[in-house]
């Protein structure tokens, strides 16, 4: 320790006390001790880069000053889990002045910023020191992929005209923000989807849903619906079909004919034309007079009843005739068929012969079992055929189509 005195003259003066050189200079004054403080030491951390994507690394670095050669500890420590020093403690060995790390990052869903605390422990000149720094490091998402399309599908692949469907587009991963916008089309020319022009995928969902809507259509139409995205196109095939059609009651319970277009024509072999009757809840009676070789009550279209020229109307959307039939004492035969406008009238016509009881049965032949008749032309759809010289009463009623 030193001692200086003033400027008037001195005289020096050199002793060991206690085991520690001390010198003195005299003057005549009172000697002082000017005071002694521990070094001042600082540190900066910095990161390159200061801003990674997830995923990727950084170095650190850390720069230490006042540490006049003494070794130093230093901990890092980051502010969430996102990153990860490495090591998290990094050792200044003695007359260095720096330090490096490594920090890992993981995956985030957003930009998130971190902030890594570095903290030193020194003895400098027998004095414990501590010091700190913090840095700022920004974690960036990783840049996803260009969504493409994976597939367009109809949840039906075929539909009654008039009523709606639905369709899924799906995309190859998760939509990205404010969502991917997949173009609709058809090659619909006529008219039969109301279809949307587009449908968009919420952000972060893989597929959205859109309704298809159809009319009431004549005939079967087989649509393709096209779905664009970006560069990536899927099709789906919709087949809409014609609703199927309602039960068609040629003659009702009550022996009434179907409106619109129809005749009941009543015969012999002799001429005889007035043995039917309607009867009300027991339809209609048909009295086939005695003495005669045959006799038919037919369900004729109206029009020109000329052989090649009589109408004809498709029933070929209906799969089954039904009727209902009773004798007046039981055992009555009786033969039921039909004919298309083409058919000759010699009996050639496929027909069913039935032998019936006193009671009301209900009897029932596809279409097809008629198969000398085009069911797309019929001109004769429903007829009674009577044959021999012994008369008999047979009541029918309740003559429909059955899809």
């Not at 032949?365 to 009674?384: I, Q």
Request: net charge neutral.
């Amino acid at each position: 320790m030193t001692y200086h005195l003033n400027s008037a003259g001195c005289a020096l003066a050199a002793a060991a006390i206690a085991g520690t050189a001390l010198t003195f200079v005299s003057c005549g004054g009172t000697a002082t001790s000017p005071s002694s403080s521990p070094p001042s030491i600082s540190l900066t951390l910095s990161l390159n880069p200061s801003t990674v994507v997830a995923g990727g690394n950084t170095q650190g670095t850390i720069t230490v000053t006042g540490l006049q050669g003494a070794a130093a500890t230093i901990n890092i420590a980051a502010s969430s889990a996102q990153a990860t020093p490495a090591p998290a403690t990094v050792a200044i060995q003695a007359g260095a002045t720096s330090a490096t790390f490594t920090v890992t990052t993981s995956t985030v869903s957003a930009t998130t910023t971190i902030t890594l605390t570095a903290t030193l422990t020194a003895t400098v000149s027998g004095t414990n020191q501590t010091a700190s720094q913090t840095a700022t490091l920004t974690i960036t998402p990783q840049a996803q992929p260009p969504v493409s399309l994976s597939s367009c599908s109809m949840n039906l692949a075929s539909v009654e005209g008039g009523k709606s469907t639905q369709g899924t587009v799906t995309l190859s991963g998760a939509a990205p923000a404010g969502g991917a916008v997949v173009q609709l089309s058809s090659n619909d020319t006529n008219n039969v989807l109301t279809l949307p022009t587009s449908v968009t995928v919420a952000a972060s969902s893989s597929s959205a849903t859109f309704t298809v809507g159809t009319r009431e259509v004549g005939g079967a139409f087989q649509i393709t619906i096209t779905c664009l995205l970006g560069g990536s196109s899927a099709n789906a095939i919709l087949s809409v079909q014609p609703a199927p059609p309602q039960e068609f009651v040629l003659i009702d319970s009550a022996g009434n004919l179907a409106p619109g277009g129809f005749d009941i024509f009543v015969n012999t072999d002799r001429g005889l034309t007035n043995w039917l009757t309607r009867t009300g809840s027991e339809g209609l009676q048909c009295a086939y007079p005695s003495g005669q070789q045959f006799g038919f009550v037919a369900v004729v279209l109206q029009g020109d009843t000329t052989p090649g020229r009589r109408p004809g109307k498709d029933m070929s959307a209906y799969k089954r005739v039904q009727f209902q039939l009773r004798g007046a004492v039981g055992g009555e035969i009786v033969d039921v068929g039909m004919k298309d406008n083409t058919n000759a009238d010699d009996g050639n016509e496929v027909k069913k012969r039935l032998t019936l009881t006193s009671s009301w049965q209900t009897f029932s032949f596809a279409l097809s079992d008629f198969s000398r008749s085009d069911v797309k032309r019929l001109y004769v759809l429903f007829e009674l055929v009577f044959e021999g010289a012994q008369g008999r009463a047979v009541f029918f009623r309740d003559v429909r189509y059955v899809p």
